[in-house]
């Protein structure tokens, strides 16, 4: 430091002549001190200091005078350094403009993500922060390619977090609880994937727009399915280490972590399989948000609520599907005549498309039974084959010309799908349009009595319920017509006078009480029977949940569930199941 | 400050210019990250102005919303921490006033503030002992803390940003909208100050300062 430099000896011709241009405004001033503190901050130029320098060799005064200056400066080093308090730069976060209890003007969602926003949004003025960039955008661009799935999720990690850099400044503060409990390392191991989505409605939503399938590889999209060994890889990464992880986690707003637990919950309280399917579409969507440009990324994180973000990735996702297309499909494109015909274009593909990657899902698990030119269960049983008519016919509805509680086209779709089944001795199609159909129309036992399917059989209720329009064209359908009423009861906050349909142990027809009472309680465990038991006299929760447990214990439900166990049709016919699934 | 091709490279190498524009692009992480990063620089910095723990606080605080309510109109300029702390200036200057016009809550808060000065009769007695081995370390500090309390706002704002901050007189003068010749001017008089203050508590030792200087704090 200049202040330590040592007077050199310098010959005493040297003049001191402290510039006059050098006055201050207060031309009283001591021009010799200024310059000799000038000259002890190192702040005088070459030719001054030599001067100033000569001047101390001289004059013992002057040398006084700047030994007392710089001590009595390097005094203020005994000066406490007055540090920040613990929860400074949390309390200063918690202040920035948009203020917890004042929702966003910004956001055109009321849920939780407003607080999320909130608290660590901007100001209206400025371009809102929205609830998921604001703990977005630290990443870097970057491309996707296949072989960095590691990598990506590092940087998906920092993406959908961003408070991670912030985390490592922010663990002293809270210091790492390093005793997570077994869910909240759950939690934090699953961060990566979690993270750019909002809760689990949203990720349900995510999987049922069918975005995300574990065969969008057949699409010939660029999202594909990080296998799970990649991602377990990816896990015990440096950057994915539970320490740095949990930091990033605490490092959220609490809003978000709740959010986030939640969500984590919510997806480990599923069955296995639907689990594993959900976890799947969140690693695909994961994977396929770090490959995306950086706007398209920024535009997806930036939605202002989960609808609209689901909406900017569907027209993502629409977008990039056209430009996949290959060229002679895209000229076809570029030469409609008008929007409605490109429109018509694109949904009549897609609707090719799902076909052909349904079939090859299909195909894929049943490549056994293909290869040996086998039929597949339950058609290679003519009992089964029996039963499964009755199915049709009695549950479905569907009779000659009649197209029963499917719509028209669905019932011919099957017709067609059985023809080509006798045709071809491919059954696999045929089995799979019948597990569609089954699943999409579930039934429910009926009442011993007639079931309740008429507007007059309700007399006066009916004035109290919404006249739907729809509960006209249901009128006549079981369950369809009855579960709008209860629906629409529940809605009214209105009791009904009478039950809807069977509710408890006794109300039930003959095989049905026989498969509940026989088969089913006895299987039950005490758990089960107490939450069965607790939903006696709802309706139609009783059965729904009768249909669930059975489901469950791979029990097929007499007259109301297709025959034969229903894992096995699920296994066979489910084509979007996961492919990893052990089985 | 017009910025080249060649000073606009060197200012995005460095890391809190770069944080910066990442705070103006409303990166709420890098917001966070610039508030762990300077908040012990800014927290000394208004604790050595206002003497006062929860104020100095305050007064960062203050400067960190500033920052974040006009990130969009930062520009990189030569240094990130010059602007900071011209906002910080402006902030202290505004505080240090405002006290002067309210001297009753200046006065009742020195009395409660644990790095105020203690009235001087308490520490009159030894104020002309040389040897500073014979203060308490903490007495040492109430001393120091009251010489920097008799500069005027401006010198001390100098005198802080010079010592701690370690700037010179041309980024003090950045920061203080003042020429490098006014800065000169103010931290000599500042210093010529504190010297006088504090003079009585310095060893003038190694030098083996001249007979007629080693009495200097009675000379003023």
């Given at each position: 430091m200049a202040d330590e430099r040592k007077p050199d000896p310098i010959p005493d011709d040297a003049i001191v002549r402290p510039a006059g241009g050098d006055a201050d405004r207060d031309d009283e001033f001591d021009t010799e001190e200024t310059e000799l503190v000038a000259y002890l901050d190192g702040e005088l130029n070459e030719a001054d200091a030599r001067r100033i320098e000569a001047h101390l060799a001289r004059d013992p005064q002057a040398r006084a005078k700047a030994l007392a200056l710089k001590k009595t400066y390097d005094l203020l080093e005994y000066l406490p350094r007055p540090e920040p308090s613990p929860n400074f730069a949390s309390r200063t976060l918690d202040r920035i403009p948009t203020s917890k209890s004042a929702p966003s003007p910004a956001l055109s969602s009321p849920s939780p993500r407003g607080a999320l926003a909130a608290s660590h949004g901007s100001a209206p003025s400025a371009t809102p922060l929205s609830p998921v960039s604001s703990y977005a955008l630290a990443s870097p661009p970057a491309r996707w390619r296949p072989w960095l799935v590691g990598g990506a999720f590092a940087v998906i990690l920092a993406m959908g977090l961003g408070y991670f850099g912030d985390a490592a400044v922010r663990s002293y503060l809270h210091p790492p609880d390093t005793s997570l409990s077994f869910e909240e390392s759950r939690l934090v191991e699953n961060l990566p994937l979690y993270s750019g989505v909002d809760d689990y409605d949203f990720l349900v939503k995510l999987a049922d727009s069918d975005?995300?399938?574990?065969?969008?590889v057949l699409l010939g999209m660029p999202s594909v399915v990080a296998p799970a060994a990649v991602v377990q890889a990816a896990a015990s990464q440096p950057w994915g280490n539970d320490h740095k992880l949990a930091d990033a986690f605490k490092a959220l707003p609490t809003a978000r972590q709740d959010q986030l637990r939640d969500l984590d919950r919510k997806l480990y309280s599923q069955s296995p399989a639907e689990r594993a399917r959900l976890y799947q579409v969140l690693e695909s969507y994961a994977v396929w948000l770090h490959g995306l440009d950086e706007p398209e990324r920024k535009a997806i994180l930036d939605a202002a609520s989960p609808a609209l973000r689901l909406a900017k990735i569907h027209s993502i996702r629409e977008h990039l599907w056209q430009q996949q297309l290959p060229a002679t499909l895209r000229n076809l494109l570029d030469k409609a005549e008008n929007d409605q015909k490109r429109a018509d274009l694109v949904q009549q593909w897609k609707t090719e498309e799902q076909d052909r990657r349904r079939n090859w899902m299909l195909a894929r698990q049943n490549w056994e039974t293909i290869r040996a030119g086998r039929v597949p269960w339950p058609f290679d049983n003519e009992a089964m084959k029996n039963e499964v008519n009755e199915f049709i016919r009695s549950v479905l509805r569907i009779d000659g010309n009649s197209s029963g509680r499917v719509t028209p086209t669905e019932a011919q779709m099957l017709r067609e799908a059985r023809e080509f089944a006798e045709k071809n001795n491919a059954w696999l199609w045929y089995g799979s349009d019948l597990y569609y159909l089954a699943n999409k129309y579930p039934a429910l036992p009926e009442p011993i009595g007639t079931p309740i399917t008429r507007i007059e059989d309700l007399s006066k209720f009916a004035k109290k319920l919404t006249d739907r329009k729809n509960l006209r064209d249901a009128q006549g359908k079981w369950p369809e017509f009855t579960l709008m009423i209860a629906e629409d009861a529940a809605r009214a906050k209105l009791t009904l006078p009478f039950s809807l349909g069977p509710s408890r142990p006794g109300e039930f027809r003959p095989p049905i009480e026989a498969f509940l009472t026989k088969t089913l309680l006895p299987r039950l465990t005490p758990a089960e029977r107490d939450i069965l038991k607790s939903l006696e006299g709802k309706w139609p929760e009783y059965p729904r949940k009768m249909l669930d447990l059975a489901r469950k214990h791979d029990l097929p439900v007499p007259?109301?569930?297709?025959?034969?166990s229903p894992r096995k049709w699920e296994n066979t016919y489910q084509p979007s199941r996961p492919l990893t699934r052990p089985n | 400050m017009p910025i080249g091709q060649t000073s606009a490279m060197m200012a995005l190498r460095d890391p809190d210019i770069r944080l910066m524009l990442r705070v103006r692009d409303d990166d709420a992480a890098a917001f966070a990250e610039l508030v762990e990063r300077f908040q012990h620089r800014l927290v000394a910095i208004m604790g050595h102005l206002v003497g006062r723990h929860d104020e100095a606080e305050d007064l960062a605080q203050e400067v960190f919303l500033r920052v974040y309510r006009i990130r969009k109109k930062y520009r990189p300029t030569a240094k990130f921490s010059t602007w900071l702390f011209t906002i910080a200036n402006n902030l202290a200057l505004n505080a240090l006033r405002d006290r002067q016009r309210r001297p009753l809550v200046l006065l009742e808060v020195h009395e409660s503030g644990p790095l105020g000065p203690r009235p001087a009769e308490n520490l009159a007695p030894t104020r002309d002992q040389p040897p500073t081995q014979q203060l308490q370390q903490q007495e040492l500090a109430q001393m120091i803390r009251e010489a920097l309390e008799g500069l005027s706002e401006r010198q001390r704002i100098a005198i802080v940003l010079n010592k701690f901050e370690d700037m010179n007189y041309a980024e003090i003068g950045e920061v203080m909208g003042l020429s490098t010749k006014a800065v000169k001017s103010l931290l000599s008089r500042a210093r010529s100050k504190l010297r006088e203050a504090l003079q009585g508590y310095i060893y003038m030792d190694g030098?083996?300062?001249?007979e007629n200087v080693t009495a200097g704090s009675g000379e003023s």
């Open positions: 975005k995300f399938a574990p065969d969008a007259g109301i569930t297709l025959p034969g | 030098e083996a300062p001249p």
